[in-house]
């Protein structure tokens, strides 16, 4: 309600820098994130970077706090005609994003056509560029810091519960037996759970096993996607889970990244979580951890797909006077980035994965990978096979809001309320509700 | 005696409430304005194109089970609060008035944790209850008792309820106190002379003549328990498991700051301005009276 207030204040807050570049002779342009701590870092050292490697442009990195944050300011700056030149935009916005009118947002295609700085989208890994392009593959936003799910566990654990620490599970049948062993021998605090829920366990479960997670190509072909994660192999996974968590074997422990203090903590014996975790994991486990595949269902499918990519893009944002000059710099500073040696030190410094064929091609030159045994797993995933439509990534408005429907039916048939199936049929229902009014909104 | 001071005119009578009218005018009435018509329509997120529905966000709003499951829900939390933060506060504050030694430490103390920011009050009781890692939460396990609020909605919301309860009691007990001490001693020793024990005192004298300082407490504290309370509930449960702690503000957050629908978070804050209108608006009556008595 105070959002038309906020507004003037983010109008005078983006206004300071426009003040300055008007003085100086580079053209400067604004650049609004939401890294933090050691990221933050990464974010500025490459901002410096491309400062010194050229006199015509000044980049300037402004922290704006979370993702929804970040994602909520720029909106509002738009409709005050104040908006940064660039926005890092999380996944699950990309919907909200892609659909927002032309006069606010300049898909990267278009920058690239005007200003004739090719941005390639043969550059870039398939998995991470799908998420973020047009039906067609034009690209709407540049691919930025991506990540994607693994499965994490404990090689103290599995020797202690008689498994082999060097195989890690490779099929859901296998996580189970597993986990019933970790149980069985008590060797760890909590044998299997996960963090990201939805994310992993319904969106990535879909992708891997080429399943649809909505109608319309994921959402991808149209507004009017229906959600479709109601399948018989949807349910089938619920119940496994459902039934591992009667026995003990499975715990739910929470939304989001809730769950992950528990996996750096060594209490659990197998843990799904986003790849980025080995950043902590490396500064902080007292215990022998190990990376794997995520497991797939081998009566669903006999070899999985890849997995979709979570992290954010970096969205390039318009006002009524922006100068082309503005636009070729902003166009200068993707192309920096997207170059193998920039990706490639991203890549290596913040545990995201690569997001170009070259970075990634030269983060193995370099021998990042023997140094760094299995880091390079999340993006093999990333890469195998060739991705289908249900293996592109999302494009559902208010994204949001229907992982948190996920969660709460999930918690009520955790919670013994609901079966599996009733849960994931109300997900659907509710989440169609929430898709139907971002149509409605977005027609209006 | 009362003394009036009669302004000739408009001009300068004006002029002088001028300040405080731009200020209501520009952080109250214009928002609130702005929220009222956006309720009345759907836009999309950049506000691009907005369309005019008259009241139907009010109307799926109050067909939507959900929400209607939202609004008992916050109205038990507001009461559970307010009873359990001032209750304590209450007790508090009738020792804190007798003579102890090192009292003043001890009152200091007791307000301190009002200065403590929702969501750090929010990180202290993880630190206490979480199942796993909580110094108390990891306890109840051991001793077989099933403690994970992650899953079970009654003692998420029991959490919650403690959590923001306890912040409060320390402003409670300022109020509390103050009013004790402008009880007249008078009153007290006179019923101690007619032979009244502690509990009855407290019941017929004590407590009757806290009456205005408890019913503004109730406004506020309900006031607290239905707004204030957002950042130690989303830093706790985000309003699971399921939605068993979701309290209104939380879902005007949630439709409006996450999903960005406008239109039905707007009409939840008007609700929610309609309530707190309500509320203010009965104190008033009763205060009003109370002083003029």
Known sequence: ?444 | MERRTVFGGWLLPMLLVLPQLLLTGFFFYWPAGQAVWSSLTIQDAFGEGVVFVGLDNFTELLSDPLYRDSVVRTIVFCLTVSALAMGLALALAVFADKEIRGKGAYRTLLIWPYAIAPAMSAVLFLFILDPRVGLIGRRLNQFGIDWDYHLNGGQAMLMVVLASAWKQVSYNFIFFLAGLQSIPRAVTEAARMDGAKTWHRFRTITFPLLAPTTFFLLVVNVVYAAFDTFGTINALTHGGPGKDTETLVLKVFRDGVINQDIGSSSAQSVILMLGVIAITAVQFRFMGKKVTE
């Open chain 1, 1 to 444: 309600m105070k959002r038309r207030a906020l507004l003037a204040g983010y109008a005078a807050l983006a206004a300071a820098p426009y003040a300055a570049a008007r003085a100086a002779e580079r053209t400067k342009i604004v650049w609004w994130h939401a890294m933090t701590a050691a990221l933050a870092e990464q974010v500025n050292r490459l901002v410096d970077e491309f400062n010194k490697s050229q006199d015509a442009v000044e980049v300037q990195a402004i922290f704006k706090g979370g993702y929804a944050d970040t994602m909520n300011a720029a909106i509002a700056a738009s409709r005050a005609g104040q908006a940064p030149h660039l926005v890092q935009v999380f996944e699950v916005g990309t919907g909200t994003m892609i659909n927002a009118p032309g006069k606010f947002v300049k898909q990267v295609w278009e920058l690239s056509k005007e200003t004739g700085i090719a941005l390639d989208p043969k550059n870039y890994i398939g998995a991470v560029r799908g998420y973020y392009s047009l039906p067609d593959g034009r690209m709407a936003s540049m691919p930025f810091n991506s990540s994607t799910s693994v499965m994490w566990y404990s090689k103290d654990a599995f020797k202690k519960a008689g498994l082999d620490p060097e195989k890690p599970p490779v099929t859901w049948a296998d996580v189970v037996k597993a986990a019933q062993a970790i149980k069985a021998k008590d060797a760890a605090e909590i044998p299997c759970t996960s963090a990201w829920f939805s994310w992993i366990q319904v969106e990535q479960f879909s992708a891997l096993h080429n399943l649809p997670f909505a109608s319309k190509a994921d959402g991808f072909e149209g507004l009017d996607a229906e959600l479709q994660f109601n399948s018989k192999a949807h349910v089938k996974h619920l119940d496994r889970l459902l039934a591992m968590a009667k026995d003990g074997a499975f715990k739910y422990t929470g939304r989001d990244n809730t769950p992950s203090q528990l996996l750096v903590s060594g209490k659990v014996g197998i843990h799904f979580d986003s790849s980025g975790s080995r950043g902590d994991l490396v500064k902080s486990a007292k215990f022998e951890w190990g990376e794997a595949l995520l497991p797939y269902d081998a009566e669903v499918i006999k070899s999985p797909l890849n997995s979709i990519i979570g992290g954010a893009s970096l969205w390039t944002m318009t006002g009524p006077d922006r100068k082309p000059a503005e636009y070729k710099a902003v166009a200068q500073f993707l192309a920096f980035i997207g170059k193998p040696e920039n990706d490639a030190y991203w890549h290596q410094h913040t545990g995201y994965v690569p997001v170009t064929l070259a970075g990634f091609e030269l983060s193995k030159k370099q021998g990042f990978y023997t140094q760094n045994l299995g880091a390079d797993l999340p993006a093999q995933q990333l890469t195998r096979g060739s991705v289908t439509p249900n293996s592109k990534g999302l494009r559902l408005g208010r994204l949001v809001e229907i992982r948190n429907i996920v969660y709460e039916e999930v918690e009520k048939a955790f919670q013994g309320g609901q079966t599996g199936k009733q849960a994931l049929d109300n997900a659907v229902t509710r989440g169609d509700k929430v898709l139907r009014d971002f149509q409605k909104s977005i027609k209006a």
